[in-house]
């Protein structure tokens, strides 16, 4: 098949991106079909660029930080979705992360466009990268999260510590509402900390979140079509799994989770149960946090988790024999046969 690989984009999560999208397009060829690489902050990559990023280990480690906030000043380019590389395309793989690449932007203009896509729709990612929304949803839902505010915009009276500790308890989590890859995420340990975390996890979005901190085990549970993938227990090389853990080789430690069976049957039909509440639909993550008496909290759903050499949607599939191509090849399977139903 004509396929298109969407990948960088202007999120802070844009190295990231890149080295999923060129990971995927690799394995899409090697199954056999055709891909083009397409970024629509700057248009088609030529193989010569995909051979220098590959090379140079884009998405390995974490770009500095002032790079980061200025990407979120930045948009796609305004034809990108009229592009031959996407008119023309059967099927456009989205290997893009965080930003306008995960919050419905792209593809409420895919939809648009009358383009097929992987993943999940527009109302449902845009729900699911507003942590804030999306966890209104999961507590209707009756799936547990942790309890939050939303700090006062910048400018405004800033946040009384006071409803902190009366509502959220110390420690805390201060991070963006609308980022992935723990960008701008700050654990503080007490009002003195507090607005100074507000303001770095301001420098990357436009809403920030105070979550109450859950001590304990770190678990995810990939989902592919309608089934759970193993859950898998994350252990970082330090005491946050932030983005230095999560892209540099050994410095986490992922391995399918030693649980009993009816932990793992909670865990995947909390799993289950959050990506159909929000309205997930063809692959996704979702992490979750065991404090020390055994319960489960709901961190975040992840719409399109990375794909890069150490990211865990890989490693879940792997653990359930499903090798990286097919893995691939799948999530377009069920975007197309997705798109039938509809």
Not at 79 to 108: K, M, P
Request: glycine share 10%.
């Amino acid at each position: 098949m004509r396929l298109t690989v969407l990948l960088g984009g202007v999120s802070a999560e844009r190295d990231v991106s890149l080295s999923s999208g060129l990971r995927m397009a690799a394995a899409l060829r090697e199954v056999g079909h055709e891909v083009t690489c397409f970024d629509p902050a700057f248009g088609v990559l030529a193989a010569e660029t995909e051979r220098s990023l590959l090379a140079a280990g884009v998405g390995s480690k974490p770009p500095a930080l002032a790079e980061l906030a200025e990407l979120r000043h930045r948009s796609l380019s305004a034809d990108w979705v009229s592009h031959s590389a996407i008119r023309n395309a059967e099927c456009i793989v989205i290997g893009l992360h965080g930003g306008q690449g995960e919050d419905g932007t792209v593809q409420a203009a895919l939809d648009l466009a009358g383009v097929p896509y992987t993943g999940s729709g527009h109302m449902a990612s845009a729900l699911s990268m507003d942590k804030h929304l999306s966890k209104i949803v999961l507590r209707f839902a009756g799936v547990p999260t942790a309890d939050w505010i939303m700090a006062p915009p910048l400018g405004a009276t800033p946040l009384d510590p006071a409803l902190v500790t009366e509502q959220v308890g110390w420690p805390a989590v201060v991070k963006p509402s609308r980022q992935g890859s723990t960008v701008g995420l700050s654990i503080v340990n007490g009002p003195d900390e507090l607005q100074t975390a507000i303001e770095e996890a301001y420098r990357f979005d436009d809403a920030v979140m105070v979550e109450r901190f859950v001590a304990g085990r770190e678990f995810t549970v990939g989902i592919l079509g309608d089934d759970a993938l193993p859950v898998i227990e994350i252990v970082p090389a330090k005491a946050l799994y932030d983005y230095e853990c999560k892209y540099t080789p050994g410095m986490a430690k992922e391995f399918v989770a030693d649980l009993p069976p009816e932990t793992v049957e909670r865990i995947t039909a909390y799993s289950l149960q959050a990506f159909g509440a929000c309205g997930l639909s063809g692959y996704g993550r979702v992490d979750f946090r065991m404090d020390p008496d055994g319960g489960l909290w709901c961190l975040e759903l992840n719409t399109l988790p990375g794909m890069t050499p150490t990211s865990l949607i890989p490693q879940a599939a792997a653990a359930a024999d499903l090798l990286f191509p097919s893995l691939c090849n799948r999530i377009v399977e069920l975007a197309l046969a997705s798109r039938r139903r509809g």
